[in-house]
Nanobody
Framework: QVQLVESGGGLVQPGGSLRLSCAAS????????VSWYRQTPGKERELVAT???????NYADSVKGRFTISRDNTKNTVYLQMNSLKPEDTAVYYC????????????WGQGTQVTVSS
């Protein structure tokens, strides 16, 4: 239904920074929330950060103080600024939107690879 286009992933050294972008095909205020998840093969998908339509943010303990989620509604885009990256941050990162429906339906982007390695 909604198209989510992610960009900004890549290979960085420990201590480096990346900014991920999630561009939606319609206003981000049409969603209850926009989130970033990450997943490593063999492990459960982890919620990294969330921003609601009211601007309330939440972060996983593992990224608090290092990652920041933000939005630019004029561009229909949500960002994830990642600083002080660690090897354990290596994962496929997914953008996900929570629809404003009574079923709590989610939409997903294709995922972008982030690799933190010396």
């Amino acid at each position: 239904q909604v198209q989510l286009v992610e960009s900004g992933g890549g290979l960085v050294q420990p201590g480096g920074s990346l900014r991920l972008s999630c561009a939606a095909s319609r206003s981000i205020f049409s969603f209850a929330a926009v989130s970033w998840y990450r997943q490593t093969p063999g492990k459960e998908r982890e919620l990294v950060a969330t921003i609601t339509s009211k601007g309330v943010t939440n972060y996983a303990d593992s990224v608090k103080g290092r990652f920041t989620i933000s939005r630019d509604n004029t561009k229909n885009t949500v960002y994830l600024q990642m600083n002080s990256l660690k090897p354990e941050d290596t994962a496929v990162y997914y953008c996900s939107v929570l629809y404003n429906d009574y079923r709590g339906t989610r939409g997903w982007g294709q995922g972008t690879q982030v690799t933190v390695s010396s």
